[in-house]
Protein backbone atom coordinates (compact mmCIF):
# COMPACT_ATOMS: atom_id res chain seq x y z
CA UNK A 1 0.00 0.00 0.00
CA UNK A 2 3.07 2.51 0.51
CA UNK A 3 4.60 1.07 -2.52
CA UNK A 4 1.36 2.26 -4.67
CA UNK A 5 0.54 5.15 -2.58
CA UNK A 6 -2.81 3.75 -1.69
CA UNK A 7 -1.70 4.30 1.95
CA UNK A 8 0.58 7.74 2.65
CA UNK A 9 2.27 9.18 5.84
CA UNK A 10 0.62 12.29 5.70
CA UNK A 11 2.59 16.18 6.03
CA UNK A 12 1.92 18.10 8.64
CA UNK A 13 -0.61 20.76 6.86
CA UNK A 14 -0.09 23.43 9.71
CA UNK A 15 3.17 23.90 11.71
CA UNK A 16 4.36 25.62 15.24
CA UNK A 17 5.31 28.87 15.80
CA UNK A 18 8.71 29.59 18.26
CA UNK A 19 10.04 32.04 20.05
CA UNK A 20 12.69 29.99 22.32
CA UNK A 21 15.59 29.02 21.08
CA UNK A 22 19.44 27.80 21.95
CA UNK A 23 21.96 29.47 19.36
CA UNK A 24 25.21 27.63 18.26
CA UNK A 25 27.93 30.22 17.47
CA UNK A 26 30.75 29.76 16.19
CA UNK A 27 30.74 26.05 15.83
CA UNK A 28 34.44 24.78 14.30
CA UNK A 29 35.15 20.75 15.52
CA UNK A 30 35.92 18.83 12.55
CA UNK A 31 34.20 19.96 9.33
CA UNK A 32 32.24 22.64 10.39
CA UNK A 33 32.50 26.03 9.06
CA UNK A 34 32.88 28.43 11.65
CA UNK A 35 28.83 27.32 12.10
CA UNK A 36 25.99 29.48 13.42
CA UNK A 37 22.55 27.86 13.86
CA UNK A 38 19.66 28.11 15.79
CA UNK A 39 17.58 25.09 17.64
CA UNK A 40 14.06 25.82 17.89
CA UNK A 41 12.83 24.97 21.57
CA UNK A 42 8.62 23.70 22.13
CA UNK A 43 8.60 21.95 17.80
CA UNK A 44 9.38 19.67 16.44
CA UNK A 45 12.94 19.71 14.73
CA UNK A 46 14.51 18.24 12.04
CA UNK A 47 18.67 18.22 11.21
CA UNK A 48 19.21 16.62 8.36
CA UNK A 49 21.64 17.00 4.95
CA UNK A 50 24.01 14.29 3.67
CA UNK A 51 26.18 11.53 5.42
CA UNK A 52 29.23 13.26 6.72
CA UNK A 53 27.72 16.98 6.55
CA UNK A 54 28.21 17.83 10.09
CA UNK A 55 24.74 17.15 11.67
CA UNK A 56 26.09 14.66 14.38
CA UNK A 57 29.20 16.69 15.45
CA UNK A 58 26.94 19.91 15.91
CA UNK A 59 24.00 18.59 17.84
CA UNK A 60 25.82 15.55 20.04
CA UNK A 61 29.17 16.93 19.77
CA UNK A 62 28.53 20.41 20.82
CA UNK A 63 24.57 21.14 21.62
CA UNK A 64 23.87 18.31 24.14
CA UNK A 65 27.02 18.42 26.30
CA UNK A 66 27.34 22.10 26.94
CA UNK A 67 23.10 22.03 27.21
CA UNK A 68 23.70 19.14 29.55
CA UNK A 69 26.39 20.66 31.28
CA UNK A 70 24.69 24.06 32.54
CA UNK A 71 21.09 22.39 33.12
CA UNK A 72 23.78 20.54 35.78
CA UNK A 73 23.64 16.95 34.40
CA UNK A 74 26.60 15.23 34.89
CA UNK A 75 28.17 14.42 30.81
CA UNK A 76 30.96 13.50 31.01
CA UNK A 77 32.01 13.60 27.09
CA UNK A 78 34.42 16.10 25.78
CA UNK A 79 32.60 19.54 23.99
CA UNK A 80 33.58 20.03 20.38
CA UNK A 81 34.91 23.30 19.35
CA UNK A 82 32.82 26.56 19.20
CA UNK A 83 32.73 30.00 20.18
CA UNK A 84 29.47 30.35 22.19
CA UNK A 85 26.14 28.69 23.01
CA UNK A 86 22.88 31.28 24.00
CA UNK A 87 19.62 31.50 24.08
CA UNK A 88 16.75 30.27 26.52
CA UNK A 89 19.00 27.44 28.00
CA UNK A 90 17.17 28.19 31.18
CA UNK A 91 13.24 27.47 29.46
CA UNK A 92 14.64 23.95 29.84
CA UNK A 93 14.70 21.57 33.00
CA UNK A 94 16.70 18.99 31.08
CA UNK A 95 18.25 17.39 27.62
CA UNK A 96 18.06 13.92 26.51
CA UNK A 97 19.85 12.42 24.03
CA UNK A 98 17.63 9.32 23.12
CA UNK A 99 20.31 7.07 20.55
CA UNK A 100 19.99 3.22 19.83
CA UNK A 101 22.68 1.81 22.26
CA UNK A 102 21.83 -0.95 23.81
CA UNK A 103 19.19 -0.14 26.83
CA UNK A 104 20.94 -2.88 29.43
CA UNK A 105 23.15 -6.13 28.38
CA UNK A 106 21.63 -7.93 31.63
CA UNK A 107 18.98 -10.52 31.06
CA UNK A 108 16.85 -9.79 33.85
CA UNK A 109 15.68 -6.71 32.41
CA UNK A 110 12.64 -6.81 30.50
CA UNK A 111 9.76 -4.32 29.12
CA UNK A 112 7.46 -5.25 32.32
CA UNK A 113 10.29 -4.41 34.48
CA UNK A 114 11.43 -1.29 32.34
CA UNK A 115 8.44 0.42 32.11
CA UNK A 116 7.40 -0.79 35.79
CA UNK A 117 4.29 -2.38 35.37
CA UNK A 118 5.93 -5.83 37.21
CA UNK A 119 5.59 -4.38 40.54
CA UNK A 120 1.58 -4.26 39.70
CA UNK A 121 1.33 -7.90 37.99
CA UNK A 122 2.98 -9.31 40.95
CA UNK A 123 0.80 -7.53 43.17
CA UNK A 124 -1.86 -9.12 41.20
CA UNK A 125 -0.96 -12.70 41.70
CA UNK A 126 0.02 -12.12 45.56
CA UNK A 127 -3.64 -11.32 46.02
CA UNK A 128 -4.95 -14.30 44.98
CA UNK A 129 -6.34 -16.95 47.42
CA UNK A 130 -3.97 -19.73 46.81
CA UNK A 131 -1.06 -16.67 47.72
CA UNK A 132 -2.67 -16.05 50.53
CA UNK A 133 -2.80 -19.87 51.27
CA UNK A 134 0.31 -20.69 51.04
CA UNK A 135 1.63 -16.74 52.40
CA UNK A 136 3.24 -15.71 49.00
CA UNK A 137 4.04 -11.79 48.94
CA UNK A 138 5.24 -9.86 45.75
CA UNK A 139 8.63 -11.21 46.18
CA UNK A 140 7.50 -14.49 45.47
CA UNK A 141 6.49 -13.50 41.34
CA UNK A 142 9.75 -12.25 40.93
CA UNK A 143 12.75 -14.60 39.06
CA UNK A 144 15.26 -11.91 40.50
CA UNK A 145 14.17 -12.74 44.07
CA UNK A 146 15.08 -15.82 46.19
CA UNK A 147 11.04 -16.45 47.12
CA UNK A 148 10.18 -17.19 43.48
CA UNK A 149 13.47 -17.73 41.33
CA UNK A 150 13.98 -21.24 40.29
CA UNK A 151 16.97 -22.94 42.63
CA UNK A 152 18.45 -24.56 39.74
CA UNK A 153 18.63 -21.87 37.09
CA UNK A 154 18.23 -19.11 39.56
CA UNK A 155 15.91 -17.78 37.52
CA UNK A 156 17.71 -17.23 34.10
CA UNK A 157 15.15 -20.50 32.71
CA UNK A 158 18.47 -21.67 31.18
CA UNK A 159 21.58 -23.27 32.84
CA UNK A 160 24.76 -21.75 31.06
CA UNK A 161 28.06 -24.31 30.19
CA UNK A 162 31.42 -22.06 29.99
CA UNK A 163 33.04 -22.95 27.02
CA UNK A 164 36.97 -22.60 27.03
CA UNK A 165 37.53 -21.56 23.10
CA UNK A 166 33.73 -21.36 21.95
CA UNK A 167 31.02 -19.07 22.94
CA UNK A 168 29.40 -20.47 26.24
CA UNK A 169 26.34 -22.58 25.64
CA UNK A 170 22.85 -22.22 27.19
CA UNK A 171 21.01 -25.29 28.26
CA UNK A 172 17.00 -25.36 29.19
CA UNK A 173 16.87 -25.80 32.92
CA UNK A 174 15.32 -29.33 33.34
CA UNK A 175 13.92 -28.03 36.74
CA UNK A 176 11.96 -25.26 35.32
CA UNK A 177 11.71 -26.09 32.29
CA UNK A 178 12.90 -22.75 31.50
CA UNK A 179 9.74 -20.89 32.63
CA UNK A 180 12.15 -19.76 35.54
CA UNK A 181 10.20 -19.91 38.96
CA UNK A 182 9.71 -22.67 41.58
CA UNK A 183 6.80 -25.34 40.36
CA UNK A 184 4.39 -23.75 44.00
CA UNK A 185 4.56 -20.49 42.61
CA UNK A 186 3.91 -21.18 38.93
CA UNK A 187 1.03 -23.26 40.11
CA UNK A 188 -0.70 -19.59 41.36
CA UNK A 189 -2.98 -18.69 38.44
CA UNK A 190 -4.78 -15.46 38.19
CA UNK A 191 -7.52 -15.86 34.86
CA UNK A 192 -5.92 -19.09 34.27
CA UNK A 193 -2.73 -17.68 33.69
CA UNK A 194 0.63 -18.22 35.44
CA UNK A 195 3.38 -16.32 35.95
CA UNK A 196 5.59 -17.91 33.51
CA UNK A 197 2.64 -17.18 31.07
CA UNK A 198 2.45 -13.92 31.89
CA UNK A 199 5.81 -13.06 30.73
CA UNK A 200 5.51 -14.77 27.22
CA UNK A 201 2.15 -12.44 26.32
CA UNK A 202 2.88 -10.01 23.91
CA UNK A 203 2.00 -6.26 24.72
CA UNK A 204 -0.81 -6.22 22.74
CA UNK A 205 -1.91 -10.17 24.73
CA UNK A 206 -1.09 -8.01 27.36
CA UNK A 207 -3.29 -4.87 27.06
CA UNK A 208 -6.37 -6.96 26.58
CA UNK A 209 -5.86 -9.59 28.96
CA UNK A 210 -5.22 -6.50 31.70
CA UNK A 211 -7.98 -4.67 30.50
CA UNK A 212 -9.19 -2.63 33.61
CA UNK A 213 -6.19 -2.55 35.63
CA UNK A 214 -4.97 0.74 34.66
CA UNK A 215 -2.25 1.00 36.42
CA UNK A 216 -0.62 -2.05 34.49
CA UNK A 217 -2.61 -0.26 30.67
CA UNK A 218 -0.93 3.03 31.50
CA UNK A 219 2.70 1.53 31.84
CA UNK A 220 2.11 -1.27 28.61
CA UNK A 221 -0.07 1.19 26.21
CA UNK A 222 2.94 3.89 24.91
CA UNK A 223 4.94 0.46 24.24
CA UNK A 224 1.93 -0.17 21.65
CA UNK A 225 1.92 3.26 20.72
CA UNK A 226 5.29 3.61 19.78
CA UNK A 227 5.38 0.48 17.74
CA UNK A 228 6.19 -2.85 20.03
CA UNK A 229 3.10 -4.10 20.64
CA UNK A 230 4.32 -7.34 18.89
CA UNK A 231 7.82 -7.74 22.13
CA UNK A 232 6.76 -10.38 24.79
CA UNK A 233 6.63 -8.94 28.31
CA UNK A 234 9.74 -11.27 29.51
CA UNK A 235 11.87 -10.73 26.27
CA UNK A 236 15.07 -9.40 27.63
CA UNK A 237 16.26 -5.59 26.40
CA UNK A 238 19.51 -7.16 25.62
CA UNK A 239 18.17 -8.61 22.18
CA UNK A 240 15.95 -5.47 21.18
CA UNK A 241 17.67 -4.04 18.11
CA UNK A 242 18.89 -0.38 18.18
CA UNK A 243 15.85 1.03 16.48
CA UNK A 244 13.80 -1.09 19.10
CA UNK A 245 15.50 -0.17 22.36
CA UNK A 246 15.01 3.54 21.12
CA UNK A 247 11.48 3.62 20.65
CA UNK A 248 11.61 1.73 24.08
CA UNK A 249 13.21 4.85 25.81
CA UNK A 250 10.57 6.95 23.79
CA UNK A 251 7.46 4.83 25.18
CA UNK A 252 9.16 5.47 28.95
CA UNK A 253 9.28 9.13 28.42
CA UNK A 254 5.44 9.35 26.99
CA UNK A 255 4.55 7.43 30.24
CA UNK A 256 6.42 9.03 32.61
CA UNK A 257 7.36 12.60 31.94
CA UNK A 258 5.38 15.52 32.63
CA UNK A 259 5.07 19.40 31.25
CA UNK A 260 6.25 20.50 34.23
CA UNK A 261 9.98 18.34 33.14
CA UNK A 262 10.42 20.87 29.92
CA UNK A 263 12.82 18.58 28.23
CA UNK A 264 14.88 18.71 24.94
CA UNK A 265 14.79 15.30 23.25
CA UNK A 266 17.31 14.39 20.56
CA UNK A 267 16.95 11.41 18.69
CA UNK A 268 19.44 10.04 16.68
CA UNK A 269 17.95 8.59 13.18
CA UNK A 270 15.38 6.81 15.04
CA UNK A 271 13.68 5.72 11.47
CA UNK A 272 16.34 3.03 11.28
CA UNK A 273 15.20 -0.38 10.60
CA UNK A 274 11.30 0.87 10.81
CA UNK A 275 8.81 0.06 8.57
CA UNK A 276 6.64 2.88 6.42
CA UNK A 277 3.87 1.73 8.92
CA UNK A 278 6.44 2.26 11.81
CA UNK A 279 7.19 5.27 10.91
CA UNK A 280 3.75 6.15 11.21
CA UNK A 281 3.64 5.38 14.78
CA UNK A 282 7.15 6.74 15.70
CA UNK A 283 6.11 10.58 14.01
CA UNK A 284 2.87 10.37 15.91
CA UNK A 285 4.70 9.82 19.04
CA UNK A 286 7.43 13.02 18.43
CA UNK A 287 4.39 15.09 17.91
CA UNK A 288 2.84 13.88 21.41
CA UNK A 289 5.62 14.61 23.02
CA UNK A 290 5.67 18.02 21.93
CA UNK A 291 1.93 17.92 22.33
CA UNK A 292 3.13 17.49 26.18
CA UNK A 293 4.84 20.76 26.41
CA UNK A 294 8.59 19.31 25.40
CA UNK A 295 10.82 20.27 22.50
CA UNK A 296 11.61 17.35 19.87
CA UNK A 297 15.15 17.64 17.90
CA UNK A 298 16.15 14.92 15.04
CA UNK A 299 19.02 13.84 13.00
CA UNK A 300 17.28 11.92 9.80
CA UNK A 301 17.44 11.47 6.32
CA UNK A 302 14.24 9.69 5.88
CA UNK A 303 11.79 12.30 3.95
CA UNK A 304 8.52 11.05 5.48
CA UNK A 305 9.56 12.70 8.96
CA UNK A 306 10.73 15.76 7.84
CA UNK A 307 7.77 17.07 5.49
CA UNK A 308 6.21 16.48 9.52
CA UNK A 309 8.71 18.68 11.13
CA UNK A 310 7.82 22.12 12.03
CA UNK A 311 11.03 23.24 11.44
CA UNK A 312 14.03 22.03 9.11
CA UNK A 313 17.75 22.92 9.21
CA UNK A 314 19.52 21.08 6.12
CA UNK A 315 23.49 21.49 6.50
CA UNK A 316 25.81 20.09 3.50
CA UNK A 317 26.45 20.70 0.71
CA UNK A 318 28.28 17.49 0.71
CA UNK A 319 30.26 15.53 2.96
CA UNK A 320 33.39 15.74 4.40
CA UNK A 321 35.53 18.81 3.60
CA UNK A 322 32.60 20.19 1.27
CA UNK A 323 30.04 20.07 4.32
CA UNK A 324 30.00 21.61 7.64
CA UNK A 325 27.47 24.30 6.17
CA UNK A 326 23.93 25.40 7.28
CA UNK A 327 22.38 25.42 4.02
CA UNK A 328 18.41 26.37 5.24
CA UNK A 329 16.96 26.98 8.35
CA UNK A 330 12.88 27.05 8.03
CA UNK A 331 9.96 25.28 7.43
CA UNK A 332 9.52 22.36 4.93
CA UNK A 333 7.57 24.23 3.10
CA UNK A 334 10.18 27.05 2.60
CA UNK A 335 12.78 24.19 1.85
CA UNK A 336 11.40 22.61 -1.41
CA UNK A 337 11.78 26.23 -2.64
CA UNK A 338 15.51 26.20 -2.22
CA UNK A 339 17.99 25.65 -5.68
CA UNK A 340 20.69 23.32 -5.99
CA UNK A 341 19.61 21.63 -2.71
CA UNK A 342 20.13 18.20 -2.09
CA UNK A 343 17.28 17.57 0.43
CA UNK A 344 14.78 20.30 -1.40
CA UNK A 345 14.93 17.70 -4.72
CA UNK A 346 14.03 15.00 -2.54
CA UNK A 347 11.12 16.82 -0.07
CA UNK A 348 9.37 18.32 -3.46
CA UNK A 349 8.26 14.87 -3.90
CA UNK A 350 6.03 14.74 -0.88
CA UNK A 351 4.54 17.81 -1.77
Not at 192 to 200: R, S, V, Y
Not at 216 to 240: A, H, M, N
Not at 248 to 276: C, S, Y
Request: with cysteine; glycine share 8%; hydrophobic share 35%.
Amino acid sequence: DFLTQKTKIKRTETVRSWSNFIAIEGAKQNNLKNVYAKIPLDIFTVITGVSGSGKSTLIKNILYPVVAKTLGQGVSQEIGEHKDITGNIKHLKKIDLIDQNPINRSSRSNALTFTGAYDSVRNIFASTELSKQRGFVSGNFSFNSQLGMCDTCQGDGYITIEMQFMADIHLNCETCKGKRFKKDVLEVMYKDKNIADILEMTVVEALNFFEGKNNILKCLEPLDKVGLGYIRLGQSTSTLSGGEAQRLKLAEFLQTRGVEERTLFIFDEPTTGLHFHDITKLVNSLQLLVAKGHSVLVIEHNMDVIQCADWVIDMGKEGGKLGGNVLFEGTPAQLIKQNDNYTAEYLREKF
